[in-house]
């Protein structure tokens, strides 16, 4: 039988069902990605017309029938109107809620995905962050929670670790990781200076809560920028519709 619950999370997506329905997909920290209907929440009186929306975040009660939720009521925290209002803004916001519900899936402990996803968006509103390095971060943490992240902490190689080592360092896409100088011989390499290596190893190892308290100069952010792109294009074969449109 059927139960009522109250989960913690995030809407991803809604979408139109019928006259006054939506369907919604839900990034919840118990339950990981679910889908659930909305009923009446396209109708002006719905005490569900503002909470069945992309970006609201907070407590959800549904209703667990045989084969699907029913969204019955929500407490909003946080509604992130701020991102919908500038459109540059709302396509970083739309890839980041793709991007997690492409990497999470229903009947799994979503908290970390729900959290990153949660100081992201936070981070996106910040007028002291560069939207372009917010996605790198995002990206590249998003692969550490999946666990495909490469390895940018000692040489593929021969195993030199790399943070105690002041010479130039190298990311090799095919090996998954930072090459030294001794072991680049015939291998298709991107150069990094020790900065560019420290921020990487910053994203990847750096508490939650610290996550976004960095900026990059240009040259070293180019760097990052070009290693983290053509490393997910190398090794996800999937495309986001809202990755289209931030390159248009």
């Known amino acids: 039988m059927g139960q009522t619950i109250v989960l913690t999370g995030m809407i991803l997506t809604a979408m139109p069902v019928g006259d006054y329905d939506k369907r919604v997909q839900i990034l919840t920290r118990e339950r990981g990605k679910i889908a659930a209907f909305a009923r009446g929440a ?31 009521k929500a407490g909003i925290s946080e509604y992130f109107r701020e991102i919908a209002a500038d459109l540059d803004t709302a396509y970083y916001g739309f890839y980041f809620l793709e991007m997690a519900a492409y990497y999470t899936q229903e009947n799994m402990d979503a908290t970390d995905f729900l959290n990153l996803l949660y100081v992201t968006l936070k981070a996106l509103l910040s ?16 692969l550490v929670l999946s666990g495909e992240y490469p390895n940018v902490f000692s040489c593929m190689k021969c195993g030199r670790n790399e943070v105690a080592d002041d010479r130039p360092h190298f990311f090799s896409i095919r090996h998954h990781g930072v090459l030294c100088p001794d072991c680049i ?24 809560g610290k996550l976004y308290t960095f900026t990059l100069s240009e040259s070293v952010f180019a760097c990052l920028d070009e290693m983290i792109s053509k490393y997910i294009h190398q090794y996800r074969d999937h495309t986001f519709h809202s990755e289209e449109l931030l390159k248009k």
């Not at 020790?194 to 939650?208: C, E, F, H, R, T």
């Open 127 to 142: 007028p002291a962050l560069d939207n372009c390095l917010v996605r790198r971060i995002y990206e590249m943490r998003m």
């Open 185 to 208: 011989k015939g291998e298709r390499i991107i150069a990094m200076d020790a900065s560019a290596l420290y921020a990487l190893q910053y994203i990847i190892s750096a508490p939650l």
């Open 42 to 72: 396209r109708r002006p009186n719905s005490a569900l017309v503002a909470a069945a929306n992309p970006f609201s975040f907070g407590q959800f009660e549904v209703f667990e029938g045989r084969t699907a939720y029913s969204l019955s």
